[in-house]
């Protein structure tokens, strides 16, 4: 791995971001208008927006860092940029690391942003430290660009790409504690929930919302840095210098 | 060999469940090499295994002598994929800025490169919205970067107007002349006279390696065009080139 390489793919993959501005919007303003929807639904039941805004929170960076992610890698897979830069002095870890480092810096604006309005404008009840919210959301977005980047291996088309959403990404929002508490589900499912990244997300917010003491919340951080550590492991493992 | 830059031996590839190349043996040299032959004979599969992104079966392949796309070689073989392979969101200089960064290269480098293919005047258009024969020279100018010692050209003149395609052989030779083995593909056989030697490929095979001269007067033909048809014709009757 090289400092200077690895920083070259990051600046390179922020100005295409800074070019194309329906997708920054995307990334910055769409979680901030789907928090001011939920609490305009809950307007009249202000105790479930405390108790899934923070949940929402942890699930948008995830979730939009994952799909831009896989998007992004897979056209630089078929559009042979990936297959240029595997001629030149560009490790692989260069590669993954810079697409982490860049969108983990656009995560951290995104989740000031959300974690903002929540708590500035929707007055999102919080116990823990803001600084906080703002340090799980950047883990969050870490853990959806780096399984991006994993499963953007396994898809041949953008299309395919966009069909991990609903098989990679939906079954751990019906299971993180959003819709059911966890010790309330099925054992099995308890048990499912409890290995899948987005849970332990999920949990460092609920702890942030309902508590003034950061130990768990640092936790659930190291748990979710550990999960995205081991997505960009995989990632380096399926991204192949020599292809078929 | 004094000067043989890329030396193959038995290579093998398979690509979909299918052997595309099956023992093939040859060595390039210095100066402007062509390959020539139709399409889906196997020539983008050939020189991916040059530059060491083809899963290769069997066989070596060494360049300079290292063996093909170790890490040694990284910044001395620029590669023109067949399609322009770069950021469509990005401008024209700053894909090539990218690139030199990646390489290591001071970003004046860039500018070179850009002069070098005579697109300096688009260096601060967006690539998606150039023409294709513009961002195939903009593919071009990435591979031009650094001055390397050997240059993989897949089908870099497709698609271009005939003054424009007159112009990149003419930078090809100096390049050549000053001391960068450059190996072009192409599918375009009126292509193959402006070349120092040629390699003829057809279905996974060399078939002929000369200059345009030998391999004309091997067969007794006025042009290439003709003289694989000649070679084609005896390959089948059985004879071997
Ligand atoms: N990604 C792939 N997966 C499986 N088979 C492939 C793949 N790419 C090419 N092939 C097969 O390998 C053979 C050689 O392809 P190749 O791209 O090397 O041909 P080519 O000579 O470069 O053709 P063209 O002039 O059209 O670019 C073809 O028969 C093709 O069907
Ligand atoms: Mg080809």
Redesign the pocket.
């Known amino acids: 791995m090289t400092p200077r390489v690895t920083l070259a793919v990051a600046v390179r993959v922020l100005t295409q971001l800074r070019r194309d501005h329906r997708t920054l919007a995307m990334l910055l303003v769409l979680p901030c208008l789907l928090q001011a929807l939920l609490w305009w639904i809950f307007q009249d039941t202000p105790l479930v927006f405390d108790r899934i805004g923070p949940a929402l929170l942890a699930i948008f960076p995830f979730f939009v860092m994952f799909l831009v992610t896989s998007i992004t890698t897979l056209r630089e897979r078929s559009g042979g940029t990936l297959e240029r830069l595997f001629t030149m002095p560009m490790g692989r870890l260069d590669f993954l690391c810079g697409y982490a480092l860049a969108f983990g810096a656009v995560a951290a604006v995104q989740a000031a942003l959300a974690a903002g309005v929540a708590i500035g404008l929707l007055d999102l009840d919080l116990r823990g430290p803001d600084v906080l919210l703002v340090v799980v959301g950047v883990a969050d977005a870490v853990l959806g660009t780096a399984l991006g980047l994993f499963v953007s291996a396994f898809a041949r088309t953008e299309f395919q790409a966009v069909q991990f959403l609903p098989a990679v990404v939906v079954p751990q929002i019906l299971l993180c504690g959003l819709i059911v508490p966890r010790d309330r589900l099925p054992e099995v499912l308890e048990t499912v929930a409890n290995v899948l990244p987005l849970t332990w997300a999920v949990d460092a917010m609920e702890h942030l919302a309902t508590s003034t003491r950061t130990g768990e919340v640092w936790r659930d951080v190291g748990i979710v840095v550990a999960f995205a550590l081991a997505a960009l492991a995989l990632g380096a493992a399926t991204l192949r210098r020599r292809?078929? | 060999m004094m000067n043989s830059v890329v030396v193959i031996e038995g290579l093998r590839v398979v690509?979909?469940?299918?052997p595309?190349l099956d023992g093939l043996d040859v060595v390039v040299g210095a100066g402007v090499t062509g390959l020539l032959?139709?399409?889906?004979?196997?020539?983008?599969?050939?020189?991916?295994s040059i530059v060491g992104v083809q899963r290769v079966a069997a066989g070596t392949v060494s360049v300079l002598g290292k063996p093909a796309g170790s890490a040694p070689l990284r910044d001395r073989v620029g590669y023109q994929t067949?399609s322009a392979s770069t950021y469509d969101d990005l401008t024209v200089l700053e894909n090539l800025r990218f690139f030199a960064r990646v390489l290591g290269l001071p970003p004046a480098a860039a500018e070179e490169s850009l002069a070098a293919v005579d697109l300096t005047g688009h260096r601060d258009a967006v690539a998606g919205r150039l023409s294709g024969g513009q961002r195939s020279r903009v593919g071009l100018a990435v591979a031009l970067l650094g001055t390397p010692a050997l240059l993989v050209l897949?089908?870099p003149t497709v698609g271009l107007d005939p003054v424009l395609r007159r112009d990149l052989w003419a930078l090809f030779h100096r390049i050549a002349d000053a001391g960068t083995a450059v190996l072009v593909?192409s599918?375009v056989m009126d292509e193959a006279e402006r070349c120092d030697a040629l390699l003829l490929?057809r279905e996974?095979r060399i078939i002929a390696h000369g200059t345009p001269a030998e391999i004309k007067g091997s067969q007794g033909a006025d042009d290439i065009e003709s003289a694989f048809l000649a070679i084609v014709e005896g390959v089948a009757g059985g004879d071997a080139v």
Do not use: A, F, I, Y
Request: hydrophobic fraction near 15%.
């Open positions: 292809t078929d | 690509r979909g469940g299918r595309v032959g139709p399409s889906g004979c196997g020539k983008s599969t050939l020189l991916r067949q897949d089908e593909s599918h490929m996974g």
